[in-house]
């Protein structure tokens, strides 16, 4: 089980670094969900790998799974769903401001405003 | 235990709440409740300085001991991060209140949760919360890049959090490689724990530790990882930036935090590896910024490479763990943060009155010419690191601080040398901005009215760097407590939990 875990947190890193290394936004998006998964999985077997183990110390069972890796796998969970959700919103909105899913910036993107004031609209 | 030690973290989180809740479209309303708020959490941070000179203090949330529960730490350096985050935060919120804050919505609501997420950082004793409070810190920020849309903040934005949704996922295998062999992530426990580690488990350690301070290179925008810091600093709107003026530094907090507490007696080889590698990556980092200064065409590019070039300056102090130099890398440390925040919001000033010309280092007409010339002659004597202000005093320290050291000659020519390229790039800058007559019509915003708020605001950061230089002295003198308070962590861990100190069953 230990050579299973290994292998698919591997391919995961493996697959998302591949994936956060191209230059369009939606692979980017992917890949960093991928490399998401492949931490929490990490994360999880930090705990180390016990099977049908309760997360608590208790007077029947004598073994017991370290219940904390959980809870920080919970809370990576959590914030990587919320950044996801907005990596997506960013580059699905700057696919409909340029017209191009490219995650380069163009030298025409760099139009903006400056100062103080209410300054004009920017779209 | 006093119980202000947790207000700079949850007065910002309930300003934020009910400005959400209650007036998220009064925008008045929340200009006043965001000032009052900064100002309170100002006086609470320097009400902890004061407090921080008696020791380190535990505030225990929840009242559950040591390792088990959520603990803050407030100790001289927390305290003193934690007062330049508030007067830092103070001044980019009057500069937003000029107009920025209405580009978008929501810009008090995420600048408080950005106050959170960096006092939180700052005052956290344990790794994993120390992430959390780095992903509060984030998603605010990221919200703060995107203020005011357009095409290159969302490019620039995409950017930025694709960079730090990649250094948080190395932040969790670190945080999981720590735990999997030491079985804590307390920064006092681990401190323990770690020199009474098997030598089986040295090579986990080390990588794991490793790659914590990957992370916190990519915060610092340490050379290789620096690269996103010009683009996302030059996108987003100037008072954000202003703030995160203070967001670089908590990478270098972070390293000084870490290294001195858990790592500073060579466990697994950490500590002299981290030494051997941060001096030249510093150093590097610091050349970098200093031929991009020289080599921008835009003055946000050149403020960007600024500070890239103080974080080398920075960290090539904190590179040793020396007692002096970290002193004066301190003292470096809120010297730069100033005015590195002066510095953007001036450009954004002169970029505001040259019209269409906008920020490029080029010829243009120019309103306000003398008002705005002056500042940024008074910002690049502080930034370049010339007499009087306080840059000068912070490089002098630096400079005096690696005398007789093993590395004086390195050291010495490669800060006195990009001193002298920031000066040639500013010079060049100014004279171009300030003297070139315009060849035409190019330029000057139509009919501006002098902008009194956010010359007023620029002129407070410089005056505070003026300040800083006048009582170098004592403040001198509190740097150097607070790295002998760093480097005896055993008071740290005394403080967050009596027992910790006993070895375990």
């Known amino acids: 089980m230990e050579l299973l875990v290994a292998s698919a947190i591997g391919m995961l890193t493996a697959?998302?670094?591949?994936?956060?290394?191209?230059?369009?936004?939606?692979?980017?998006?992917?890949?960093?969900?991928?490399?998401?998964?492949?931490?929490?999985?990490?994360?999880?077997?930090?705990?180390?790998?016990?099977?049908?183990?309760?997360?608590?110390?208790?007077?029947?069972?004598?073994?017991?799974?370290?219940?904390?890796?959980?809870?920080?796998v919970l809370t990576a969970i959590v914030i990587s769903f919320g950044m996801t959700a907005l990596i997506v919103v960013v580059a699905l909105r700057g696919y409909l401001a340029t017209g191009s899913d490219d995650a380069a910036i163009r030298a025409t993107d760099a139009v903006r405003d400056f100062g103080g004031g209410p300054g004009r609209p920017v779209t | 235990m006093s119980h202000l030690i947790v207000l700079p973290v949850i007065l910002p989180a309930f300003t934020a709440v009910l400005m959400l809740l209650a007036f998220r479209n009064d925008r008045d309303r929340q200009r006043?409740?965001?000032?009052?708020?900064?100002?309170?959490?100002?006086?609470?941070?320097?009400?902890?300085?004061?407090?921080?000179?008696?020791?380190?203090?535990?505030?225990?949330?929840?009242?559950?001991?040591?390792?088990?529960?959520?603990?803050?730490?407030?100790?001289?350096?927390?305290?003193?991060?934690?007062?330049?985050?508030?007067?830092?935060?103070?001044?980019?919120?009057?500069?937003?209140?000029?107009?920025?804050?209405?580009?978008?919505?929501?810009?008090?609501?995420?600048?408080?949760?950005?106050?959170?997420?960096?006092n939180g950082a700052f005052l956290t004793g344990d790794v994993f919360?120390?992430?959390?409070?780095?992903?509060?810190?984030?998603?605010?920020?990221?919200?703060?890049?995107?203020?005011?849309?357009?095409?290159?903040?969302?490019?620039?934005?995409?950017?930025?959090?694709?960079?730090?949704?990649?250094?948080?996922?190395?932040?969790?295998?670190?945080?999981?490689?720590?735990?999997?062999v030491t079985g804590t992530l307390n920064m006092a426990d681990l401190?323990?724990?770690?020199?009474?580690?098997?030598?089986?488990?040295?090579?986990?350690?080390?990588?794991?530790?490793?790659?914590?301070f990957t992370v916190?290179?990519?915060?610092?925008?340490?050379?290789?990882?620096?690269?996103?810091?010009?683009?996302?600093?030059?996108?987003?709107?100037?008072?954000?930036?202003?703030?995160?003026?203070?967001?670089?530094?908590?990478?270098?907090?972070?390293?000084?935090?870490?290294?001195?507490?858990?790592?500073?007696?060579?466990?697994?080889g950490v500590s002299s590896t981290l030494t051997t590698l941060l001096f030249p990556a510093a150093a590097i980092t610091l050349v970098v910024g200093a031929i991009g200064v020289l080599a921008s065409r835009s003055m946000l590019g050149l403020a960007s490479y600024s500070i890239i070039g103080s974080m080398g300056t920075l960290l090539i102090g904190v590179a040793g763990l020396d007692p002096r130099q970290l002193s004066a890398a301190l003292y470096y440390l809120v010297h730069s943060t100033l005015i590195g925040a002066a510095l953007f919001l001036l450009v954004d000033v002169i970029a505001a009155s040259r019209g269409r010309i906008a920020d490029r280092i080029a010829r243009g007409r120019i309103s306000h010419a003398r008002v705005l010339g002056g500042l940024y002659l008074i910002t690049a004597v502080a930034a370049v690191g010339l007499p009087p202000l306080s840059g000068f005093v912070g490089k002098i320290a630096i400079l005096d601080s690696f005398r007789g050291g093993s590395v004086t000659v390195v050291a010495w020519s490669i800060i006195l040398a990009t001193s002298l390229l920031l000066l040639v790039g500013y010079?060049?800058?100014?004279?171009?901005?300030?003297?070139?007559?315009?060849?035409?019509?190019i330029g000057r915003a139509d009919a501006r009215t002098f902008p009194a708020t956010s010359v007023a605001v620029i002129a407070g950061l410089l005056l505070s760097t003026a300040?800083?230089?006048?009582?170098?002295?004592?403040?001198?003198?509190?740097?150097?407590?607070?790295?002998?308070?760093?480097?005896?962590?055993?008071?740290?861990?005394?403080?967050?939990?009596?027992?910790?100190?006993?070895p375990g069953p």
Request: net charge positive; with cysteine; charged share 10%.
């Open chain 2, 129 to 180: 919360n120390l992430f959390v409070f780095f992903e509060v810190m984030l998603i605010a920020s990221y919200g703060l890049v995107l203020h005011g849309g357009g095409a290159w903040r969302l490019k620039a934005g995409f950017q930025y959090v694709a960079i730090n949704l990649v250094a948080s996922t190395l932040f969790l295998f670190a945080v999981g490689l720590i735990y999997g």
């Open chain 2, 216 to 268: 916190f290179a990519v915060k610092c925008a340490l050379v290789p990882l620096h690269w996103w810091l010009p683009a996302t600093y030059s996108a987003a709107p100037a008072p954000a930036v202003a703030l995160f003026a203070i967001l670089s530094k908590v990478g270098a907090y972070s390293i000084i935090r870490v290294h001195t507490l858990v790592f500073s007696e060579d466990v697994a």
């Open chain 2, 191 to 212: 401190a323990v724990k770690v020199g009474q580690l098997g030598v089986g488990d040295h090579a986990l350690l080390r990588t794991g530790a490793l790659l914590l």
């Open chain 2, 427 to 441: 010079a060049r800058a100014g004279s171009t901005l300030f003297w070139m007559p315009a060849p035409s019509q």
């Open chain 1, 15 to 72: 697959v998302g670094v591949y994936l956060v290394l191209r230059r369009r936004t939606l692979p980017v998006t992917i890949g960093l969900s991928f490399l998401s998964y492949a931490v929490n999985l990490f994360l999880f077997s930090m705990g180390r790998l016990a099977i049908d183990q309760p997360p608590i110390i208790s007077p029947e069972r004598m073994l017991y799974t370290d219940p904390l890796p959980q809870a920080l």
């Open chain 2, 467 to 502: 300040v800083l230089s006048v009582f170098g002295g004592s403040v001198l003198a509190l740097t150097a407590a607070t790295v002998d308070e760093i480097l005896t962590p055993a008071s740290y861990i005394q403080a967050v939990g009596p027992a910790l100190t006993q």
């Open chain 2, 32 to 118: 006043r409740v965001a000032l009052v708020s900064t100002l309170a959490l100002a006086a609470t941070a320097v009400w902890l300085l004061v407090r921080a000179a008696d020791g380190p203090q535990a505030y225990l949330v929840g009242n559950w001991p040591a390792p088990f529960g959520i603990v803050l730490v407030l100790d001289r350096l927390s305290a003193l991060m934690l007062v330049l985050t508030a007067g830092v935060g103070l001044a980019a919120l009057l500069y937003s209140i000029t107009g920025w804050d209405g580009r978008g919505r929501h810009f008090h609501v995420l600048f408080q949760f950005q106050l959170l997420g960096t």
